[in-house]
């Protein structure tokens, strides 16, 4: 069965120890009194025992199961002496006797984790049980008038009580040896029921844990494309209404318009991303979550280009293919994409540079492309792509099983290009 290494039920605690300390008190009171009775019924006549024998053979035979599962084996060996003892010391107990030793056998095969020692123990106890059994059978054929001779009989008596005596024994043995081994997989069971209970409630942790991650994830990704396209394109034309309200009114005023209405398209779309964060239960019966942001789709990427050509950048938007219904997870992704690469345009590509928007309709995917010639006066932007917006991209497009491309161009600008799956 091998050696159990992984888990053992020893040691026991105190109350386990209290159970047996009673258990061990029951049985000696129980042979205290059986031995009594024994004595005055002249179980054994002449030879019994004196009666401060029979008292230490009471007390040798009740007390291992005091510490059975303290020391289990040990406690066996001890438990299988007392009880050869008792027997060759002719103490009149014939009966509870039997209930010591089988416990003591029991509990080697319940408690001991050393499985390969347990049955070496049990074997050893068993063996020497049945070589003293058959001693005793042998020294009883000796004598021939031990029991009486039925010439007529279909089995003589003295063979049908020794193959009585074996078969008890071999049932009492067996007993006591199957027991214990099921209530040691019974424990070993329970133990890895419970580990495995604790398993999934640590994975149930793991798992809320996870879900709250993902769903931070998810809102600061809307927010991020919300609040960035935006309010990049509001500080662009701010700029650019401050720079030229004094010598040209007329522009001023309509980089201010672009501002206000980017502003209340800003707090449009995150009322609608936060419509879509409550409950049904708490949302008002008027609201409608097929509006949320994260059904924008390729429809309205026509409306970006529009935007960054309002904020002053000369941008060009294409479709190439016939359009035709993609699932709108793959628009919703496109969308975002081109938000964000717009929105990078506006922010790093320098106040004059050439936008490029491109939608292509290909076989199995639709392709999203937004270029910039990177003429300006700004710095030059950073290249490596780490950034939040760069992040959230790549995370949308892995999200449906696309792939992204981001990096400057040999010809100078930057480049976005994504390929998202439409089959």
Known sequence: MGTATEWTRLPVGRRELRQDAVLAIVLG?????????????????????????????????????????????????????????????????????????????????????????????????????????????????????????????????????????????????????????????????????????????????????????????????????????????????????????????????????????????????????????????DAPAGDDHRDAPSTEGLGRIGELADAARTAGHPTEYVVVGDAREVPPTVSAVAYRIAQEAVTNVLKHAGPTARADVRVRYLADCVEVEVTDDGHGDRAPRNTAGSGLGHVGMRERVAAVGGRIEIGPRARGGYLVRAWLPTT
Not at 101 to 114: E, P
Not at 141 to 155: F, G, T, Y
Not at 226 to 232: D, F, G, I, P, T
């Open 29 to 281: 009171a129980g042979l205290a009194v059986t031995t009594t009775l024994y004595a005055a019924a002249g179980t054994y006549g002449d030879d019994q025992a004196a009666w401060w024998v029979s008292a230490l053979m009471i007390v040798a035979n009740a007390a291992p199961v005091a510490f059975r599962r303290r020391w289990p084996m040990s406690m066996a060996v001890v438990s299988a002496l007392a009880f050869a003892a008792l027997q060759i010391l002719h103490v009149p107990e014939v009966f509870l006797v039997n209930f010591t030793l089988f416990i003591a056998l029991y509990t080697v095969g319940a408690w001991c984790s050393d499985r390969v020692r347990a049955e070496v123990v049990r074997w050893v106890v068993i063996g020497g049980m049945f070589a003293w059994l058959f001693i005793a059978i042998a020294f009883g054929w000796a004598v021939p008038n031990a029991l009486p001779n039925e010439d007529d009989s279909l089995i003589p008596p003295y063979i049908a009580y020794s193959l009585l005596n074996i078969v008890i024994n071999v049932i009492y043995f067996g007993a006591a040896w199957y027991a214990g081994n099921r209530a040691w997989a019974s424990a070993v069971a329970k133990h890895e029921l419970d580990v495995r209970t604790a398993e999934l409630a640590a994975e149930r942790e793991r798992s809320a844990a996870q879900a709250v991650t993902i769903e931070r994830v998810r809102i600061a990704r809307e927010l991020h494309d919300v609040v960035a396209h935006h309010v990049s394109l509001m500080g662009v034309q701010a700029g650019a209404a401050r720079r030229v309200v004094d010598r040209d009114p007329a522009q001023a005023t309509v980089s201010l318009g672009v501002v206000e209405e980017s502003a209340r398209t800003a707090v449009e779309e995150l009322r609608r991303m936060l419509g879509t964060l409550r409950s049904h239960d």
